[in-house]
């Protein structure tokens, strides 16, 4: 079974710019996450789909961040513009909605590498 | 305050020796779900382990163990026979209420094992 991709693995950019990251979870699972992981913390949740639809986007700094899942399948995040707290990992996941006893298990990509400079 | 708190930035271990990386959790919801998660260098995050609130037993899987305890509110990770593919960032993470799915992730333990 193939894991969770995304693309691109790194990308530098200027502040100010503007970038976008790709997740593709594996096939079947209607929800999605996406984190940010500033160096030296743990992930913290921006916002998580149900299939195409938004269940917690609390945590996303929607005056620069937005996010779309389309088809329910593959999802997008944006930053626009960014700035240099925005370095960071970003990492997607997804999840089969299959409660195992207590929690749903979380299923995580490799994470994109940003730094804004 | 911090809903989890891992304070030891770094261990190094003996090849096969146990190691206990310590979590300590702050929530006034009476269910709640702890994880471990492990990151390795190539950066995607795995699950361990798994301890809800309201199990009466210590979580097991494989070699990992996790030694809850529920009054002092700690959650720590016990690794037995550690290996040096066991080499890596470990996390802690608490999920609160019954259903939800949001993880609140600790700082980490960097822990390295030495052949």
């Known amino acids: 079974e193939a894991g969770v991709a995304q693309s691109p693995r790194y990308k530098i950019i200027e502040k100010r710019q503007s970038v976008a990251f790709w997740c593709n979870p594996i096939s079947g699972h209607a929800t999605l996450y996406w984190y940010q992981q500033i160096l030296g913390q743990g992930p913290k949740l921006l916002i998580q789909?149900?299939?195409?639809?938004?269940?917690?986007d609390s945590q996303l700094p929607k005056d620069r961040f937005s996010a779309e899942r389309l088809k329910g399948v593959d999802s997008t995040l944006k930053i626009q513009p960014a700035k240099l707290e925005d370095s960071a990992v970003y990492l997607c996941a997804s999840s089969p909605r299959f409660w195992r006893g207590g929690f749903y298990e979380q299923f995580f990509g490799p994470g994109t590498r940003l730094t804004v400079l | 305050a911090q809903k989890i708190t891992q304070t030891q930035p770094g261990m190094f271990v003996q090849e096969k020796e146990a190691v206990t990386l310590d979590c300590t959790y702050d929530?006034?919801?009476?269910?709640?779900?702890l994880f471990w998660y492990k990151q390795p260098s190539s950066g995607e995050m795995i699950f361990l382990i798994y301890?809800?609130?309201?199990?009466?037993q210590n979580a097991t899987e494989g070699r990992y163990s996790l030694n809850f305890q529920k009054a002092r509110k700690s959650a720590n990770l016990v690794i037995s026979a550690s290996q040096l593919g066991d080499s890596a960032m470990y996390f802690c993470a608490m999920r609160e209420g019954s259903g939800n799915e949001k993880l609140t992730f600790g700082t980490g333990t960097r822990l390295t094992i030495i052949p």
């Open positions: 929530t006034s919801d009476p269910s709640y779900g």
């Open positions: 789909f149900q299939n195409n639809g938004v269940v917690d």
């Open positions: 301890q809800g609130s309201y199990d009466q």
